[in-house]
């Protein structure tokens, strides 16, 4: 469903789909934007500091700040009724690690791997050689530790189609 507006049009929007990781558990992403006053309680409500005013002035998520902790804080501060109730998944997010990670050129790193509690990327030991990152998708929560963790921002996080 295509949404058009003025602002998008003059902006040149039109063309691209909104990127931004909106707060856990909210609605989909028309509806999100359709109901939200930008007053920003759930970003006041944030514990880590992991969501920020984006464009627009709507709420986002950034993970190159901080992770996520699945606290619910930003669902219960809003008003506007934005969100999924806090005992479904917040949302269906998985890491991707690109060509930019330290450990696919050859240099040991395992930053990622170090900040992720649920354990969801490991490294595959490579004979004569450095070990590299494998995700486990599914035991991923998208909670975006390893993220901030990357010291060459080579990990992204991105919908899950599997998951739906």
């Known amino acids: 469903m295509a949404e058009l507006s003025r602002r ?45 005013v984006g464009s627009g002035g709507y709420p986002e998520i950034d993970f190159t700040q901080a992770e996520c902790t699945f606290c619910g804080d930003c669902a219960s501060a809003c008003d506007a009724a934005l969100f999924h109730p ?10 991707v690690v690109d060509a930019g990670c330290l450990a696919l050129r050859g240099v040991e790193c395992r930053s990622c791997q170090d900040s992720c509690e649920p354990r969801a990327i490991r490294f595959r030991p490579r004979l004569g050689g450095v070990a590299h990152p494998t995700l486990n998708a599914i035991a991923c929560n998208g909670c975006g530790a390893c993220v901030a963790g990357c010291p060459t921002a080579a990990i992204s996080l991105t919908r899950s189609e599997h998951l739906e």
């Open 8 to 52: 998008k049009l003059l902006s040149g929007q039109w063309r691209h789909p909104s990127t931004a990781i909106r707060p856990p558990w909210s609605l989909a992403e028309s509806r999100f934007i359709a109901g939200c006053s930008r007053c920003q309680a759930c970003i006041n409500a944030c514990e880590t500091g992991v969501l920020r």
């Open 86 to 95: 806090l005992n479904t998944p917040p949302w269906r997010l998985h890491a």
